[in-house]
């Protein structure tokens, strides 16, 4: 019961991750129906920029404030640099380019830093909090949880209620509309970008440290369970990516725990199947997309 516990606990630390990585992807897929698979390389490159800072200034959260900015100023290059003269007739010539992107800022980064892992420190004990006996979260995977739940509130609140949020949904679903009444779509599809990078640099940032560590591919199974989330809960819906996120985040926990860490990529896998097969637009997709 005891392992039980501590595996329900780090499993919900780690489904919050998933679930703001996710997130990032959702937000792409809303604004400019693309599956960025350069979302993991970029938000890799942001996490050496954060290791780069707190090694300079010996500050986390310096380098927690740099990743985020390096984030948006990535997401930002890529859609004014890339994405804005990708030919608009296909649907996977954004694809095309991510997958692209992937190996160029994975290989430059091969180039530049190697491929050896490098340890990151984090700002709390990892160890788990001990209650009647019972190990559960650690102190940092209650900031991990913190963080992820304050961040996707304050995503809600900025869609829900703000006027620059009402423009980026209106730009997303309705553009020609959304011209005629003044939007600047092309800017709100860029804001789009830069704060779908920065999401995404955070979600890296928080979970590298308790991986093997830093290196040019430590996003890569990050973005393939956040992937997995985003298609469970629904690329439209982004209270699918937090349910999706817990989910994943669980199974992986419970799976690692009970049957080993070579089994869990099979259980997304599965669990990815036979949503597909049951509900192929996920199971918080909305009754109607849309589709332009």
């Known amino acids: 019961m005891d392992r039980l516990l501590y595996l329900l606990a780090t499993g919900l630390a780690r489904g919050a991750v998933f679930a703001l990585f996710a997130l990032s992807l959702v937000l792409i897929w ?9 979302q993991g390389a970029m938000a890799v490159v942001a996490t050496y920029v954060a290791f780069a800072v707190t090694g300079l200034t010996g500050s986390y959260w310096l380098g927690l404030g740099s990743a985020l900015l390096a984030g948006a ?3 930002f290059a890529v ?27 994975q290989s430059a980064l091969g180039i530049l830093f190697g491929q050896q892992h490098r340890p990151m420190a984090v700002p709390f004990d990892e160890r788990p909090i001990m209650i009647a006996g019972v190990p559960v979260f650690s102190p940092y995977d209650l900031f ?22 009402l423009q980026l ?20 599809l860029t804001i789009g970008w830069m704060l779908s990078a920065a999401v ?10 308790t991986e093997l560590g830093l290196n040019p591919h430590s996003t890569d199974m990050l973005f393939v369970y956040a992937f997995t989330v985003a298609v469970v ?27 080993g860490s070579t089994v869990a990529p099979i259980a997304v896998l ?16 909305a009754r109607e997309a849309r589709t332009a």
């Open 30 to 38: 809303r604004a400019a129906r693309i599956v960025n698979f350069a």
């Open 169 to 188: 949904r209106a730009s997303a679903f309705a553009p020609e509309v959304s011209r005629l009444l003044g939007v600047r779509v092309s800017r709100m």
């Open 200 to 209: 995404a640099s955070l979600a890296a940032l928080l979970l590298v440290p």
């Open 144 to 165: 991990v949880l913190v963080v992820a739940v304050a961040v996707m509130a304050a995503l809600a609140l900025l869609f829900t209620r703000t006027s620059l949020g």
């Open 73 to 75: 100023a990535i997401g």
């Open 79 to 105: 859609e004014r640099g890339v994405m804005r003269f990708a030919p608009q007739g296909s649907p996977f010539s954004g694809v095309i380019i991510a997958i692209g992107l992937v190996m160029v800022l």
């Open 233 to 259: 809960g629904g690329l439209d819906s982004p209270p699918g990516a937090l349910i999706g996120g817990l989910v994943v985040g669980l199974v992986i926990s419970l799976v690692t725990g009970y049957l």
């Open 270 to 285: 599965v669990l990815l199947v036979v949503v597909l097969l049951v509900r192929p637009g996920g199971i918080f997709a």
